[in-house]
């Protein structure tokens, strides 16, 4: 478990320390430490359930009874904190306190269905654990137990043993003070005293899974695991999470080559003990839909081929073109898009790269070039949780990066000033406390402008952080105004993309325009630099093309050949292009883990691997490497780079080292960029598009992200798909249960949502079941659509 | 020191029909405290409840003046003044009389102790199963702030107060303060980690004071007559008076006013004795909480040391007499079945303690059970006691020791005969009426 | 049924009575009684709206307290102490009468819906044991047949007269009341009766009293 601020790790030269004596052993820590903590410094494990150090003490269970010097009564340890020169004395050594603890336990079976060898939690199970510790042998109980119906769904996904609830309250506290979710609840009273939500309403938070890991007994469980495997039958590893930038420390179990669950690994740094429900139970994909061998185009059809006949086909045809791209999704390790960032320059000499298979804008590649790529860490999310104001722009972190909503409620909790630039005043930045400055969409660079003089002052504050969401692309002219209002202010600028591989990717160049480490391509020292560590002569060096501007070049066919590598065409804005550039493209290499609308339009296929079948880094929004192993150690499927080095060995050029270990050493060889930065951008505001509703959008945590596919339970806890409006826009419509929004694409037709939401902006999700905007409408965040009351 | 008689003060003129109106309590020299109080500085009047001795009324006994001087003052905080009008305690019968007979001496209590302890803002909190005294509460809050004693500059002192009399929804756990606190702030009502204790952080987490109704309610005596006067009353360690509510086997049960000291032999007396002549088998000085005495005590004063001496606790100072018709274990299971079905499930101790004992008592009062479970409920009562989150545990874990001590006999019965059959339960009501099961 | 937008305001109204809106919960949950005759989904989402919690925290809340029910409680609520003491001077015999009268058990209704029957805990009235609460007034020294007759006259809908209140309305009135307690009927009933003022008489009779003793005397 995370060892808290209270345990001792956040000692400054102030913090007055006591000393305290337990069992026998003294220990000199911070004075307010409680004394559960105390214990757990020495060695000594006092039993406990309700205790968590991440959550405030309720001193419930009992459990954690000691005998303490001088007091009639023994103590809860999870509560009491230490004073200097107490005398603590623990089961053991003080009978006081074995028995108390023997008594508690002894209550604590009373009504505890003993059901342990059909329980999931059976192997691993505090109370099974303890019970064992510190419980007596038999039970005196002779009397009916308390039993319930079992189980019961909380939610789609969360199923409840009330028979086997201790009452120790952990989930219904993470629900409130974490996640700031409360729709769990202790409800009736006494022996009766039970977990559970309105009658109405589900338990769907996007932090839900967090209950099972931490529910010291099998009460809560989840639809996906349950019954699936016993613990101890589970090989764990601990990896990073592959879904967003967030970073978390995740520990994948696994059995006969299959992933069975997910659990959230302790990393006081990053994700503290917690992850969201997306990163846990969303893993399905791992398996489903995988390319399995190479497949080459012939006749018009995909067929399989063996590795050499497909790397020499994909070299010939790669070698035919006289112009080249590479489209690298931002899912990649640092070191696949390192290896694709070498590949481009070296193997095909093209500037010709981007990862941003998503909004993207010229004015945003200034951005990262300038203010992000290669950059030192310095916004951490220890420093939000101290930071006296933080504002959020183009950025819904409970959805688009829940980790960091989960630091920044905490940070709130502690005072910290959350506000965010939108249209909309989310369910998050109620849960963070925080205040909206609104904006219409496109209009949230402006807004940054006319901020209060109270906003201007807490960003001007030591430690105020403005945070940019990836969102930022799509709003013309906002990069530019977010770096001057770091400037005015000297609040630090933290980018906060949404996919786990594009910090990475940025990092290790595979942007047009950048070299690793946050090199210009245009600064002849860095290039020249980069040129001698990959052992060539020289590098291109124009700034290649990228974003739209790519696409629009490859249907135009000025770029012949191209190098997709884990592209999902429907997350460009304008899929339709997306498509219509991979098909017009005289030659694709794909390489791809699942067979998707890039793989049908291929001319080659090569199969890679999941994060489960390599190892890698992820660099998370802080810029912090967040290393992983490989899960399988016998997978025989390869990583984008060991693919990227046998076709450039195809082609005769040479590449450098294709092994993770390798390529770590390369990029750690090179280091980050210490000269001149690139030019930051210097867009004037965009205008704001006329019309009566403008969309606001992003993605929802769960929505229909190929990620997420196979995952029925965790489909079903998504928000509901509406379309929010404000009070003022509802009366305009008429009020209609239903509202048809039309874009020049075509309609969708959703419930119509009352929120807190700037007049005349409709706020839709971006890939929800029933509500793809870019699909089905045709318009992207800041465009106009059409609404009326539907039928 | 006066430690016998009856002394009428609270209840003095109980027999004014209009006593419950404004004008009837100033009659009888309602509110001259107030505006007594008024003129004197707040920690004056704090120094003057310190000296009194006044201790509170509800059960636990602590000095109100020491409670009222744990509030921090000049903190910039908001104070509150709650009062625990949730009176719950099996036997307890003297607040929920004092709110229907006399609610203004309530509220001038009020009025005076958030004066001293600097609260803008009061709140009485009434259980919700008594809606006419709700009624007589609320009714007098009104006609005080018509009368300008509520509201903005009160008698031109420039104090200000508010006052919101509010219904509880039946939670004997409310009577424990900081449960009545959640409660009060629209929560469930249990009970809340100590410390901050309600002093520094009590309702929103400000400063709060919890007095129970009777002891506000001495409040404006004190100030009217002053400490000496309150301190002839009872004991050097127990001052003043009480409103004891007698009930059960007694030929006139009822409200007796006396002052601290007194004995329940005198108090028996006034009361007309066990009906029909009858014995004591039992009695509890202040509620079911406490543990019971037998006829062997009866000459003990009802003071807060005393009681202490005898191994029991003077409580709410309510005493409930049982004669020998009474199935003693038929009375401990009915109080456990109570204390069951009112702990607040928060810790394990009471919440799962309860359900045990309970069931194994039920047991008992049917003629089952074993000899041994006879111990068994000792250590099992024992595994309750300062171990439970709050006092609610310690009050479960109370009568079966306390009643085993003297009728161990009766519960060994219990393996063979029934309370039942050991006690015809007719026999314990007091009424003629043929039972009709 | 849903809650009416009267309902609402007076809720919103009860939320405007504190410091802190959420301290109206407890008040506003009688109020829902008031109009719902039980605490239903409609009314746990309204008091969730209203004061911007969740309902799951309004259910947390309503499922805590006795007084709250999940179930129609009818046109009156019946409660018959069978605490300790109550319950061993009579409580248990008016119970048992009552439920055969009824023909209901512990907190169930009669077939017809009109009374609720429940063993209620202490009612801080153990003087005037054995109690009986008809919509929560007093109905003090009850016996198995007073207890019968009380309630086969508010089935013939005769006038009933608490001991220390009012006369019998309904439950419904009771919780409304609860919410909003300044109902008008403060002035109806005896709230003082020979019990309350047997020390008081006795006292008098035998010329004791406090007033002899001198005040402000050391």
Same mark, same amino acid.
């Given at each position: 478990m995370t060892i808290t601020s209270?345990?001792?790790?956040?000692?400054?030269?102030q913090t007055e320390m006591v000393t305290v004596v337990v069992d026998g052993v003294a220990i000199e820590i911070p004075k307010g430490t409680l004394v559960i903590r105390a214990a757990e410094l020495l060695g000594i494990e006092i039993p406990r359930f309700c205790?968590?150090?991440l959550l405030e003490p309720v001193?419930?269970?009992?459990?954690c009874l000691v005998d303490i010097e001088g007091v009639p009564k023994p103590q809860p340890a999870c509560a009491q904190v230490v004073s200097d020169g107490m005398q603590v004395r623990t089961q053991l050594t003080s009978p006081i306190a074995r028995e108390a603890q023997e008594g508690v336990m002894e209550f604590l079976l009373?009504?505890?269905?003993?059901d342990c060898p059909v329980c999931?939690?059976?192997?691993? *199970?505090p109370l099974q654990n303890q019970a064992m510790?510190?419980?007596?042998?038999?039970?005196r109980f002779e009397e009916e137990k308390r039993t319930f119906?079992?189980?019961?769904?909380?939610s789609a996904q969360i199923l409840l043993d009330r028979e086997r *609830?201790?009452?120790?309250a952990r989930c219904t506290r993470f629900a409130e003070?974490?996640? !700031?979710?409360?729709?769990?609840e202790l409800l009736?009273?006494?022996?009766?005293q039970q977990v559970g939500t309105a009658a109405d309403q589900p338990?769907?938070?996007?932090?839900?899974g967090n209950t099972v890991q931490i529910c010291?007994?099998?009460?809560l469980t989840s639809a996906a695991y349950r019954?699936?495997?016993?613990p101890f039958d589970l090989v764990s590893v601990p990896t990073t999470c592959e879904?967003?930038?967030?970073g978390c420390s995740l520990r994948t179990d696994h059995r006969r080559g299959t992933v069975t669950r997910r659990l959230a690994w302790d990393e006081p740094a990053v994700n503290e003990e917690w992850n969201c429900d997306k990163g846990r139970f969303?893993?399905?994909?791992?398996?489903?839909?995988?390319?399995a061998t190479p497949l080459i185009r012939e006749d018009g059809e995909l067929r399989v081929a063996s590795w050499p006949e497909a790397l020499d086909f994909a070299a010939r045809g790669l070698a035919a073109a006289t112009s080249h791209g590479v489209l690298v999704g931002g899912r990649s390790t640092i070191e696949d898009s390192y290896a694709y960032a070498r590949f481009a320059r070296?193997?095909?000499?093209?500037?010709?790269?981007?990862?941003?298979?998503?909004?993207?804008s010229d004015e945003e590649a200034q951005f990262l070039r300038a203010?992000?790529?290669?950059?030192?860490?310095?916004?951490t999310y220890e420093s939000l949780e101290k930071a006296p104001a933080v504002l959020l722009i183009a950025f819904e972190p409970e959805d688009e990066s829940p980790i960091v909503f989960l630091r920044l409620r905490k940070a709130a909790r502690g005072g910290t000033r959350i506000y965010s630039v939108g249209a909309l005043a989310t369910r998050g930045l109620a849960k963070m406390m925080g205040t909206l400055i609104p904006a219409r969409p496109g209009a949230e660079g402006s807004a940054l402008a006319g901020l209060t003089e109270q906003v201007r002052a807490d960003l001007s504050t030591r430690g105020a952080v403005i945070m940019v969401g990836e969102? =930022?692309?799509?709003?013309?002219?906002g990069a530019t105004a977010v770096l001057e209002l770091a400037r005015t202010t000297g609040a630090a600028v933290t980018w906060v993309p949404r996919r786990a591989g594009e910090r990475g990717a940025l990092d290790a160049g595979a942007l047009a325009g950048l070299l690793p480490?946050?090199?210009?391509?245009?600064?002849a020292v860095a290039r020249g630099a980069v040129a001698a560590a990959w052992g060539?002569?020289?590098?291109?060096?124009t700034v290649g093309l990228a974003g739209t501007t790519m696409l629009q070049a490859i249907k135009a066919g000025d770029i012949g050949a191209i190098i997709t590598a884990g592209?999902?065409?429907?997350?460009?804005?304008?899929p339709a292009l997306g498509h219509d550039a991979i098909e017009a493209a005289a030659f694709v290499v794909a390489l791809e883990n699942h067979h998707s609308a890039i793989t049908e339009l291929a001319d080659v296929v090569f199969p890679v691997a999941v994060v489960t079948e390599k190892s890698g880094t992820f660099m998370n929004w802080e810029g912090r490497p967040r290393p992983f192993a490989q899960?399988?150690?016998?997978?025989l499927v390869m990583s984008d780079a060991v693919v990227l080095g046998m076709l450039a060995r195809a082609m005769d050029v040479p590449i450098g080292a294709s092994d993770v270990s390798g390529i770590r050493k390369e990029l750690g060889a090179l280091?980050?960029?210490?000269g001149e930065r690139a030019e930051q951008p210097n867009t004037p505001p965009g205008r704001v598009v006329d019309g009566d509703y403008l969309v606001s959008s992003w993605r929802a945590l769960?929505?229909?992200?190929?990620?997420?596919?196979?995952?029925p339970y965790l489909a079903a806890t998504a928000p509901a798909v509406t379309a929010k409006v404000s009070p003022a826009t509802a009366n305009a419509l008429g009020k209609p249960e239903q509202v048809t929004v039309t874009g020049p694409l075509g309609s969708i037709t959703l419930p119509l949502q009352i929120g807190?939401?700037?007049?005349g902006v409709v706020c839709l999700p971006l890939n929800s079941p029933g509500c793809a905007i870019y699909r089905d409408l045709g318009v992207r965040a800041g465009e106009a659509v059409a609404m009326g009351g539907a039928v | 020191m006066i430690t016998s008689g009856l002394t009428? =003060?609270?209840?003095?003129?109980?027999?004014?029909?209009?006593?419950?109106t404004i004008e009837g309590y100033r009659r009888v020299g309602g509110y001259r405290a107030l505006a007594a109080a008024l003129r004197l500085d707040p920690d004056a009047i704090i120094g003057q409840i310190k000296d009194s001795g006044l201790r509170g009324r509800?059960?636990? !006994?602590?000095p109100t003046g020491m409670k009222w001087g744990f509030?921090?003052?000049?903190?910039?905080k908001p104070h509150y003044l709650v009062v625990?009008?949730?009176?719950?305690?099996?036997?307890?019968?003297k607040d929920i009389p004092i709110m229907l007979a006399n609610p203004h001496a309530l509220v001038e209590g009020v009025i005076i102790a958030s004066y001293a302890i600097r609260a803008s803002h009061a709140f =009485?909190?009434?259980?919700?199963?008594v809606p006419h005294a709700i009624r007589k509460v609320a009714n007098a809050v009104e006609q005080a702030r018509a009368a300008g004693?509520?509201?903005?500059n009160i008698l031109g002192s420039g104090f200000a107060l508010d006052v919101v009399v509010h219904s509880g929804a039946?939670?004997?756990?409310? !009577?424990?303060e900081t449960a009545l606190l959640d409660s009060l702030e629209g929560y469930r009502g249990q009970p809340r980690l100590k410390p901050p204790f309600p002093a520094v952080?009590?309702?929103?987490a400000s400063p709060t004071v919890i007095n129970n109704v009777e002891t506000i309610v001495n409040i404006p005596y004190i100030m009217d007559r002053g400490v000496a006067w309150f301190r002839q009353?009872?004991?050097?360690?127990?001052p003043g008076f009480k409103v004891f509510s007698i009930s059960g086997h007694v030929v006139r049960p009822g409200i007796y006013e006396a002052p601290l000291g007194i004995t329940m032999n005198e108090l028996l007396d006034y009361a007309?004795?066990?009906?029909?002549g009858g014995r004591v088998k039992f009695w509890l000085?202040? !509620?079911?909480s406490v543990p019971m005495l037998t006829?062997?005590?009866?000459?003990?004063?009802?003071t807060y040391e005393d009681m202490a001496a005898a191994g029991t606790m003077l409580g709410t100072g309510t005493p409930m007499l049982f004669d020998e018709t009474v199935s003693v274990v038929k009375a401990v299971t009915r109080w456990l079945e109570f204390y069951k079905h009112e702990s607040?499930?928060?810790?394990?101790p009471c919440r799962e303690g309860t359900y045990w004992i309970t069931g194994v008592l039920e047991k008992f009062e049917h003629?089952?059970?074993?000899?041994a479970e006879v111990d068994t409920l000792v250590n099992l009562c024992s595994q309750i006691a300062g171990r439970s989150f709050c006092a609610l545990g310690d009050a479960a874990a109370t009568p079966y020791p306390a009643a085993l001590k003297y009728f161990r006999q009766e519960f060994e019965a219990a393996m063979t005969l029934s309370a039942d059959e050991q006690?015809?339960?007719?026999?314990?009501?007091?009424?003629?009426e043929a039972a009709t099961r | 049924m849903t809650i009416s937008e009267i309902t609402r305001n007076q809720m919103r109204e009860l939320a405007a009575r504190?410091?802190?809106?959420?301290?109206a919960l407890l008040p506003m949950l009688h109020l829902v009684q008031s109009v719902e005759d039980e605490v239903t989904t409609d009314g746990i989402n309204a008091c969730a709206e209203v004061l911007g919690i969740t309902s799951a925290e309004v259910t947390a809340v309503a499922s805590f307290y006795?007084?709250?029910?999940?179930?129609p409680v009818g046109k009156h609520h019946i409660g018959v102490c069978t605490n300790t003491l109550c319950g061993l001077l009579g409580g248990d015999a008016v119970f048992s009468a009552l439920s055969e009268r009824l023909?209901?058990?512990?907190?169930e209704s009669s077939a017809d819906g009109e009374f609720w029957l429940e063993r209620i805990e202490?009612?801080?009235?153990c003087t005037h044991a054995p109690v009986m609460t008809v919509d929560w007034e007093f109905m003090d020294d009850v016996t198995p047949a007073g207890a019968v007759e009380v309630v086969d006259r508010l089935a013939r809908g005769e006038r009933v007269q608490s001991t220390r209140g009012p006369v019998i309305r309904d439950f419904r009135a009771t919780e409304h009341t609860l919410a909003?307690?300044?109902?008008?009927?403060?002035?109806?009933?005896?709230?003082?009766d020979a019990k309350m003022l047997v020390g008081l008489r006795l006292a008098k009779e035998r010329g004791m009293s406090a007033a002899s003793v001198p005040a402000g005397e050391a």
């Open positions: 209270n345990a001792g790790s956040d000692l400054s030269p205790d968590h150090p001193a419930a269970c009992r459990m009373l009504n505890h269905p003993l999931d939690k059976g192997g691993e *199970c510790s510190a419980g007596r042998p038999d039970s119906p079992k189980p019961i769904n909380v *609830c201790v009452s120790c003070q974490i996640a !700031g979710d409360p729709m769990l009736e009273r006494g022996s009766m338990f769907d938070s996007y932090f839900s010291p007994v099998g009460a019954f699936r495997s016993r879904h967003c930038a967030s969303a893993f399905t994909y791992l398996e489903r839909g995988r390319v070296v193997a095909l000499q093209t500037d010709n790269i981007d990862f941003r298979v998503r909004d993207s203010a992000v790529a290669g950059t030192a860490v310095r916004t969102r =930022i692309a799509g709003v013309e002219g480490g946050g090199r210009p391509l245009t600064d060539v002569d020289s590098l291109p060096a592209v999902e065409l429907a997350d460009f804005p304008d899960t399988f150690k016998d997978a280091g980050a960029w210490a769960i929505d229909n992200g190929v990620m997420q596919e196979g995952e807190d939401v700037v007049d | 009428p =003060i609270i209840t003095e003129h109980w027999d004014k029909p209009d006593l419950y509800g059960g636990a !006994g602590f509030v921090p003052q000049n903190d910039g625990n009008a949730d009176e719950s305690e099996p036997g307890a019968c =009485i909190y009434i259980r919700g199963e004693f509520i509201g903005e039946g939670a004997y756990i409310c !009577g424990e952080a009590g309702l929103y009353f009872g004991t050097e360690k127990s007309g004795g066990i009906r029909g000085p202040g !509620g079911s006829a062997d005590h009866l000459d003990t004063p009802m607040c499930g928060k810790c394990t003629g089952h059970g074993s000899p006690f015809n339960p007719v026999a314990s009501y007091v009424f003629a | 504190y410091p802190k809106s959420r301290s006795t007084m709250y029910k999940r179930k023909g209901a058990k512990n907190n202490c009612q801080a009235a909003y307690p300044l109902d008008g009927l403060v002035n109806e009933g005896e709230a003082v």
